[in-house]
């Protein structure tokens, strides 16, 4: 780090602490040159993520598209807003720790996973989207997919 008073490069930290807010580390530094105390703020660097859609493009990931997509399958249905939000920051954490890229399919599976557990109508709203679905039969195997993937397995007492 340069000194701002004399712009020599070598100085000692004197102090580490968390930010106030958390999300950086304040250090007070010492010039070994000129002896000037100043300070710096180191915080993290997030990698941009990006979503490669099905036609091979790539747009920046923004997770209050999650936000919109989660709140829109749960209209009117008994989700608080603060339990949207925090889904959505999951997946998001989920999505980053796959790596910088990742597929539009990957994020829409992660949202079907994460709403299966949370509602299984807003599963349903989402996943007709989804998957567009063209009639009542699409509907009735997605159901008899997400009952036998929920319902506990039932064991035949005479036997």
Do not use: W
């Amino acid at each position: 780090m340069r000194c701002p008073t004399c712009a020599h490069f070598d100085d000692k930290v004197v102090d580490s602490r968390q930010s106030d807010d958390g999300e950086a580390v304040r250090r007070r530094r010492e010039c070994l040159a000129c002896g000037a105390r100043f300070t710096t703020f180191e915080r993290l660097e997030l990698v941009p993520m990006v979503v490669v859609k099905r036609s091979g493009d790539r747009v920046p990931f923004e997770q209050n598209k999650i936000n919109e997509g989660i709140a829109a399958a749960a209209k009117g249905r008994p989700i608080e807003e603060e339990t949207i939000l925090l889904t959505a920051a999951a997946i998001a954490e989920e999505l980053r720790l796959v790596g910088p890229e990742v597929t539009s399919e990957q994020v829409g599976f992660a949202v079907l996973e994460h709403l299966r557990d949370l509602d299984h109508v807003a599963y349903m709203r989402f996943v007709s989207v989804y998957k567009g679905f063209d009639d009542a039969a699409d509907f009735q195997r997605e159901i008899t997919l997400l009952t036998k993937a929920t319902e506990p397995k039932r064991h035949d007492s005479r036997a």
